[in-house]
């Protein structure tokens, strides 16, 4: 059993910046893949973003790449989501997930592909 714990939710004005945590339980973290996802009300769950298992490879969704970085502490047990340039349509939960049974270094953007998901923590982005 993996538990996972998000912090680092809030709100901000457009362009504002938040950083995300998402501390992993577990002695086998840097085995995992791990991603970020978001929902918005009345939305399906969306990928935000994936890092691989040594944190080399990281992938992200089309409207993050260049404002969101994904990174990981695996002596911490902790990714990170860095937002910045945040946009009001980034107004959503946020969860972090772990793909246990990955067996590569390689990032997974497909939601049922991970195993242990987070609470969320909210995030809201204002004009």
């Known amino acids: 059993q993996v538990q996972l714990v998000e912090s680092g939710g809030g709100a901000v004005q457009a362009g504002g910046s938040l950083r995300l945590s998402c501390a992993a339980s577990?002695?086998?973290?840097?085995?995992?893949?791990m991603g970020w996802f978001r929902q918005a009300p009345g939305k399906e769950r969306e990928f935000v973003a994936a890092?691989?298992?040594?944190?080399?490879?990281?992938y992200y969704e089309d409207s993050v790449k260049g404002r969101f970085t994904i990174s990981r502490d695996n002596v911490k047990n902790t990714v990170y989501l860095q937002m910045n340039s945040l946009k009001p349509e980034d107004t959503a939960v946020y969860y972090c997930a772990a793909d246990v049974n990955i067996r590569a270094d390689i990032v997974v953007a497909f939601r049922w592909s991970y195993d242990y998901w987070g609470q969320g923590t909210q995030v809201t982005v204002s004009s």
């Open positions: 890092i691989s298992r040594s944190g080399t490879n990281t």
């Open positions: 577990g002695r086998s973290f840097s085995t995992y893949g």
